[in-house]
């Protein structure tokens, strides 16, 4: 069973939003396994006290994406392959690359400082 005990709330992001990122960081950092079975929605949305149409607008978006299988009153399972776990890591990074350049340029740093920054912490 995915586990939330890490999961943490952020201002300004739609919950559904943040469960999505939950569970596709944790694909990419191999916590979360094709097979394993994703809590009920009410369970979850017991878990986190969020509203359950919050959870199933989540678990809908994950299906949608193909990253689980649900069928009505059954349990719904993680459907990864080795295809779909690149393509989720490939997305994340250049989100997160995307989204670091945007502020470090809203805060008028160079290219050159950036990239001497993230040398000196990538050896640390």
């Known amino acids: 069973m995915i586990s939330f005990e890490y999961f943490e709330m952020e201002n300004g992001i739609p919950i559904y939003l943040q469960i999505l990122l939950y569970i596709k960081r944790g694909i990419v950092a191999g916590i979360i396994k094709d097979n394993d079975e994703l809590p009920s ?3 979850l949305s ?3 006290g969020v509203n359950p149409n919050t959870v199933q607008k989540a678990y809908r978006m ?6 689980i299988q649900s069928r009505s009153g059954a349990k719904s399972y993680m459907v990864l392959s080795e295809e779909k776990i690149e393509a989720t890591r490939r997305q994340l990074i250049e989100e997160e690359a995307r989204s670091l350049v945007e502020r470090f340029h809203m805060m008028g740093l160079e290219k050159e400082e950036v990239l001497s920054l993230v040398e000196k912490y990538w050896e640390a």
Not at 62 to 67: I, M, P, Q, R, V
Request: hydrophobic residues 40%; glycine residues 8%.
């Open 46 to 48: 017991a878990l986190l």
């Open 41 to 43: 929605r009410r369970v």
């Open 62 to 67: 994950l299906e949608e994406e193909g990253y």
